[in-house]
């Protein structure tokens, strides 16, 4: 019965709880169960919250059996209202977004044994529609890298192969998916930390349009770039999420005052009406040089497939993109170099060196140099050279010219089309260690991925399918205008549907099946 | 501790031009803080004042108080600056224990008001400060060092960190170089801070407490040679806290540093500390490696766009300004200009309306505050209002001696006894048995045992030199205690007498 629970996708497990087939009890269980069993091997978990997890469930349970309901509970809507659509259903959150009470390290020492005293607006949206959060998943530290090996607590391994990276900086989250630990989980994206692990692991992300989730509560990486999105291993369920997560927070500035999109409704129609008419633009400037053969075979497959769907496909151009990864570096050390300077010891975290002698400067530098890991490093001293004097204007300040010029590659090329694809990821997932001291290559593991960031829209990976040369799942990038949601979920639908006829099974149901070991 | 050289004040200004540049921090009187909705009461707790915000817990983040950028505003309009249609808030880089973020949401190339001035009186002369801009910001914690002697870091062995105050707002004015003042320049910066101080405390957006820190001082001080256009290297003087160390602070750094460039050394770059005890700067952080604030649009907050509505509203609703309330009163008052003046000097505007509002003639009230009771502020070394009686207790004591229960000496009593705390005018008059003798034949016995005791003086006065009178009113007073009135004892001895004016 458990092993079976955590195959389902999350918009079953969520109608079996509402209509009392199983407790969400028995699902969380056996998730936890999962967990137990092969997160010893992938170690996608750095904190699992097994009691509180269950308290949530039961909580869920004790509403569905009161009869409220599809009604009312601690935590699961207003009497009468109806039950979530995802009440009951296990997530695994991304250790950069606060839960109360629970450890969180965005993968940092530095904030080791750090309780948060507060919710982010997300976990308080997920608290508040019955999702069972089951733990905090690792990440490179303060969502730094795309592989996870930068996270201070060990790396995660894909469990399509424990040798090889799942992806970063969300690593965690999804390989907690690809892994069968949970059917959901919440990823956040500042250059394609959704999509590209999405991409390496088979499972699907969706970055929102900047300012489409509050990013309140979660710790900023690059405050103009962050985006907090939901991650799932079907459409339909990233959809679900989309929509519990999604809308106006008055507490985060940049939030955007307007309505939830309806992305499950678009999925529905991308299912059943398919997306026949629909103008879907390749990127030119986004394949070929840099990209595995495997990857570009999977990509060209995946056009086909839209095409046959009746999409029609038209190539663009957006010349600016080769300055995007320059333009990201600069922006990103930045604005993290300004983010990261509250970790000083003072209030929360790590303190070393406080020896009652050593002045709160000494304190505050010795912290920082052993709390703080060598990628994190590095794009502090990248950013507070580029914010220097004298240097501001050539660095900084170029840098968001060029993305003024992106932005306009995208609304030019959102002229000639309705929805824009590429690969997610130019490589498929790469053995762990190889990349390691050569943060160049590992810098062009986002070179799809940027321009979207840059340019703050929407943005989802879905699997294409499984690269021939590696064997390894491959994402594609689906892109829309901004607030353009409900597009490019409803090409990912259609594409997954009809990814599923030619295959019969989707691609996490492809993955190898994890040995079970004691943990 | 202080062993500067310093220069005769008046051949240092013979010589050398001082040029000020003053920087005003205000504390708004906001219900809650700029980025958060803790409240920003004065004197809570340490740390009772605190949210993931303003702790700058991770993952927390900034909005913006409507009402901050509103009173910025209206300082802006009051200020006859420009408002900007649109402006942002940059991030101010640079790690100190106090300062949570340890970045300053700040403003930096986009201040909310810019180009305005404000004219103040010095001397009966109209200067006009002008003002480079005013930009809205947040506050730092508060350090308390612990243990040293100075009560600053240096030595302390401990700091404690209260955060009640971090991201309380705050409006910072600054003004452009203030040059052409001569010999007036500290008096020009004390005019321009008390002006200010009026002006923002008749807007209602701060309680402008300097003694508080809700209003601060920054002055900046620079010589050149007379006559040479080039700006010299200036200090910052910082711990400013009072009206008079503006002025003293200033004059100091102008003897010290005409003394320093005199005796061909120059003037190090620096922040100094204004100490109020001796009266004297000393250097505090070197500036002579700027340091470098990475300044940079802060991401976390949307621009700020007042649309033109909204601030015509509010410059439709501000309060009659100082300046103006003062012609007005003045005009009411009848009184001229260079009493007007001495008034505003004694800082007793304020003071003197709301005595006349609770019932005093106006010329009794002006006599009372810049004589009487600017002798006993002057003895205290505090200010008028720092006094410790109400203008309402003094309008009631002018009101005894309009109607004859208080002679002014007795007047004067009275209010000796409310400024020693013995409580209300009444209770002291009662306590003090301060009663004005009113009955004629007491009165009429001390006046002819008076004129007994001086036959001389009697003759005098019969024989036509009334003036005279006033040695025998004066032996009256002095045997009623100064409980009569001088005016009917006079009136008593002419006619006892039967002089001229009798008849």
Known sequence: MSADLTRQTAATLADMIASGEVSSREVTQAHLDRIAAVDGSVHAFLHVSGELALAQADAVDRAIAAGDGPGAGAGVGAAGAPLSPLAGVPLALKDIVVQRGVPTTAGSKILEGWRPPYDATVTTRLLDAGVVILGKTNLDEFAMGSSTENSAYGPTRNPWDLSRIPGGSGGGSAAALAAFEAPLAIGTDTGGSIRQPAAVTGTVGTKPTYGGVSRYGVIALASSLDQVGPCARTVLDTALLHEVIAGHDPRDSTSIPSPVPSVVQAVRRGQTDGIAGLRVGVVKQLRGEGYQPGVLASFDAAVATLTAAGAEIVEVDCPHFQYALAAYYLILPSECSSNLARFDAMRYGLRVGDNGIASAEEVMSKTRGQGFGAEVKRRIILGTYALSAGYFDAYYGSAQKVRTLIRRDFENAFQSADVLISPSSPVTAFPIGEKVNDPMAMYLNDLATIPGSLAGIPAMSVPSGIATDTGLPVGLQIMGPALGEEQIYRVAAAFESAYLAEHSALVPDRAPELEVVAK | ?503
């Not at chain 2, 970045?103 to 986009?110: A, C, G, H, L």
């Not at chain 2, 612990?146 to 600054?174: K, M, W």
């Not at chain 2, 410059?315 to 009493?339: K, N, S, V």
């Not at chain 2, 207790?393 to 009101?399: D, W, Y």
Request: hydrophobic share 40%.
């Open chain 2, 1 to 503: 501790m202080n062993t500067a050289a310093l220069l005769d004040y008046d051949e240092a200004i013979e010589r050398f031009d001082p040029v000020l540049g003053l920087e005003v921090h205000v504390e708004l009187g906001t219900a809650t803080k700029m980025f958060c909705p803790c409240p920003t009461e004065f004197g809570a707790p340490p740390n009772t004042q605190v949210c993931p915000v303003c702790l700058a817990l991770p993952g927390a983040m900034p909005t913006i108080n409507r009402t901050a950028v509103e009173y910025a505003i209206r300082i802006g309009l009051a200020l006859n600056c420009t408002i900007a249609p649109w402006c942002q808030f940059a991030r101010k880089n640079y790690f100190y224990p106090d300062m949570p973020k340890n970045f300053q949401t700040s403003q930096y190339d986009d201040p909310i008001a810019s180009n305005g001035y404000l004219d103040v009186q010095v001397d009966g002369e109209t200067v006009r400060v002008e003002i480079e801009r005013a930009h809205m910001e947040e506050d730092t914690g508060k350090s308390t060092h612990v243990g040293g002697a100075t009560g600053r870091i240096h030595g302390a062995e401990f700091s404690l960190l209260d955060y009640n105050r971090a991201g309380v707002p705050l409006v910072e004015i600054v003004t452009k170089p203030i040059v052409g003042t001569k010999a007036s320049a500290p008096q020009v910066a004390r005019a321009y801070v008390t002006a200010l101080r009026d002006l923002l405390k008749s807007l209602d957006v701060s309680d402008v407490r300097m003694d508080q820190g809700s209003l601060r001082c920054d002055a900046n001080v620079s010589l050149t040679p007379a006559g040479n256009p080039v700006f010299g290297t200036r200090t910052e003087t910082k711990n400013v806290n009072s009206l008079r160390s503006v002025e003293r602070a200033i004059r100091y750094e102008i003897t010290r540093q005409a003394a320093v460039l005199l005796d061909g050394g120059r003037i190090t770059q620096e922040t100094r500390h204004f100490d109020e005890a001796s009266g004297t700067t000393s250097s505090g952080r070197s500036k002579e490696t700027a340091e470098d604030y990475r300044y940079f649009p802060e991401p976390d907050l949307v621009p700020v766009a007042p649309d033109a509505d909204w601030v015509e509203q509010i410059r439709a609703a501000l309060p009659e300004l100082p300046w103006l309330r003062r012609d007005r009163l003045q005009a009411e008052w009848g009184f001229t200009d260079l009493e007007m003046r001495d008034l505003v000097a004694a800082d007793a505007v304020g003071l003197l309306a709301a005595t006349v509002d609770a019932g005093a003639p106006a010329a009794a009230a002006r006599s009372w505050w810049t004589s009487y009771l600017g002798q006993q502020a002057n003895a205290q070394g505090i200010g008028l209002d720092e006094l410790a009686i109400t203008p309402a207790q003094l309008a009631a004591v002018i009101g005894k001696v309009t109607a004859g229960e208080l002679t002014t000496k007795m007047a004067q009593r009275v209010v000796d006894g409310v400024l020693a705390g013995e409580g209300e005018p009444d209770e002291v008059i009662a306590a003090r048995g301060l009663v004005v003798v009113n009955d004629d034949s007491a009165l009429q016995k001390a006046v002819d045992e008076a004129l007994a005791a001086q036959p001389a003086v009697a003759d005098k006065i019969r024989s036509g030199k009334v003036q005279a009178a006033g040695a025998i009113v004066g032996a009256v007073m002095k045997a009623t205690k100064g409980q009569a009135d001088a005016a009917r004892v006079r009136e008593l001895v002419l006619a006892t007498v039967g002089g001229p004016e009798a008849g």
